[in-house]
């Protein structure tokens, strides 16, 4: 990984400003690469991802759009089909089902359907998650639904390096990448080497290592699920803590290799339970990990409601460390 | 072909090591010819076969330790032609169980599970827990290296059985580091025997226990006078007496004279009677007399004898050890003038029998000299009560004063 590199040079940054080094440099690299989407250039972005592009690359590379996310999302498939290299920014995951006809029926679809004549080489970008109070419409997390499509990818970056280094990465992919982007962590500051660049897109990392239980998560809640190892520590449970990165492909092989090591697990999945990404990661471990287990897989999902709007009730329907402990503990034996 | 498997010698019973076979490939056998020599917890065992034919191969090296259920042999019965030269390859034998790849695409090879449950020919009793809970984990490493979950205490949630525990487990049973012992008694293991039979039969059998003190006077003068024509090695010992009149007690009240399993009562078509032998240095062991109710006083003394001495040299066979179907314990020759028994699960009753004392003893209005026996019956409440209990000692102690009824 590259946080494991030691470069002499690193520099304070926060996530925000990692994604938007990382949109700096794509547009620098490669011509065909233009961003798109709702507020992204004279606002700079609802979340101020973008903000200062416009000026610095003009209205050719950074393109407002109105209102209808079917329609700039169709707009990039067409360009990336004829040959550019789109970045799509979807406000929310919420408002990215207005595109999923799109995404799904087209984006994913024309490869296949064409024979292999067209691919899709598009990226597309959108905040998920809850903690912002934006409610129930703004705040859910539906990045396992876009795990279920074949023919995508779906990435979950949760550190400065993938922040800034995904994109790239993605972008060189022949078919569709969908980047999805925790809101909690636009503001996160860090380290970062100075000369971070792209990152694999298909390896899941072990952020902390462990013997007694793999702890297993992605995006937001990854520093939730650090947070509660490090509490676990004190009480002599060394959590091992597995950042999936890429939801689709999932990297099994790391999966099964912590599972193997600690017999216990446990999925932190900021999305709703049934039918959820922690699901199918639990399953795949009883599928090709059975008898490493040593008791029953443990999950922390969201609670089933519309995200609520009141903070209390916001921080008590999603994932939190202390229910990430909870469930390790209750996963050991030593609730 | 049939498989002549490591039988269960009861319900502590979850493995045995075999030591000695006492035929040969290619030897013909008949029903309860002893073939083998198996060493438990309760001492070496000969093990007799069930099914008649002809010996066929060895599948089990000798003093390997195997669990219940494992088949040590293969016999070909009689009019199986013997076969061309390829014959089909028996399942090998666990402890070993065959690799399996670590956690790999898509793992589909079915579990392999050792027979440790697996039923073994003669009835037996049921094993002390039915289906532990226990981790996939667990299982796998149980089954590497040869543990039957059901000697394995569980620390997890609801008593689960978890990877440490097998671990522990593991190295328990790998401390005593193979210690050259003569095939024999282990004093130890015995007791924990005894300790996991007796826990359980006070965790699960209600006992209810009755008393009865009968008049024996008319028993020892008949014996006397029937052994001063014998020579001492012949003589019965007052100690036959009882066991014949429990025996034949049983045959008339069979709701004692059977087996309490998976909730319900099974009474058993023959008596065997368990005698309960103690074992110099402090172990016990109730090995049945066949057909007690069928035999003679000459031939159960004599059978009685035969099975001490065999028990004390530690030399019981298999169907001795397993079969009881109810016991009968004497604490006289102690000085005991009375002793509550605790069941042996499965059997459902235990007569005690304590020593011969002279008493002042009321007969016809007049006060005299008695030889008088306590009696008490420890019985199972989840088959009988207390009156069918006290018909059933009451029949004994009729017996005991016929003794030309015995």
Known sequence: MKQETIKAETIEMTYREAVRQALRDAIKRDERVFLMGEDVGRYGGCY?????????????????????ESGFTGAGIGAAMAGMRPIVELMTVNFSLLALDQILNTAAAVRHMSGNQFGVPLVIRMATGAGRQLAAQHSHSLEGWYAHIPGIKVLAPATLEDGRGMLWTALQDPDP??????????NMTGKIAADAGPVDIDKAAVRRPGRDISLITYGGSLWKTLEAATALAA??????????RSLRPLDDATIMASVAKTRHAVIIDEGWRSGSLAAEVGMRIVEEAFWALDAPIGRVCSEEVPIPYPRHLENAAIPQASKIIAAAKSALGRA | MVDFRMPSLGADM??????????????????????AVVETQKGAIEIETYQPGQIEKFLVELNSKVPVGTPLAQIRTEGEAKPAAVAPAPPPAPPVAPPRAAPAAPPITPPVVTPVRAPSP??????????????????????????DLSTVTGSGPGGAITYADVEQRVSAVAAP??????????????????????????????????????????????????????????????GALPIKGVALAARRYPAFNGFYRDNK??????????????????????????????????????????????????????????????????LGERGVEALYGIIYPPQVAIVGIGKVVTRPWVIDGAIGPRSVITM?????????????????????GKLLQEPEKL
């Open chain 2, 14 to 35: 979850d493995a045995g090591t075999l030591v000695e076979w006492l035929v040969k490939p290619g030897d013909w056998v008949k029903r309860g010819d002893v073939v």
């Open chain 2, 376 to 396: 008490t019956l420890s019985g199972d409440h989840r088959v009988t009560d207390g009156h069918a209990g006290a018909l059933f000692l009451a029949e004994i």
């Open chain 2, 122 to 147: 003669p009835p037996v009793a049921p094993a002390a827990v039915a289906g532990a809970r226990a981790s996939p984990a667990a299982r796998k490493l149980a089954e590497e290296r040869g543990i």
């Open chain 1, 48 to 68: 101020a991802v973008s903000h200062g592009l416009l000026a610095e690359f003009g209205p050719e590379r950074i393109r407002d759009t109105p209102l209808s």
């Open chain 1, 235 to 244: 009480e002599n449970i060394e959590a091992e803590v597995i950042d999936l």
């Open chain 2, 177 to 238: 580091p193979e210690k050259k012992r003569p095939p024999g008694l282990d004093l130890d293991a015995m007791r924990t025997a005894i300790a996991a039979a007796m826990a359980r039969s006070k965790r699960e059998i209600p006992h209810y226990y009755l008393e009865h003190q009968v008049d024996v006077t008319a028993s020892e003068h008949w014996l006397a006078q029937k052994n001063a024509t014998l020579p001492p090695d012949t003589r019965v010992l007052f």
């Open chain 1, 177 to 186: 990448v969908l980047i999805f982007e925790n809101v909690m962590l636009y």
């Open chain 2, 265 to 330: 009562f099974e009474p058993a078509q023959a008596v065997h009677v368990g005698v309960a032998i103690a074992i110099r240095g402090g172990g016990l062991t109730a090995p049945a007399l066949h057909d007690a109710d069928q035999l003679s006083l000459d031939d159960l003394m004599s059978r009685m004898r035969d099975l001490i001495q065999r028990t004390r040299a530690g030399r019981i066979r298999s169907s001795e050890m397993s079969d009881p179907t109810i016991t009968v314990s004497s």
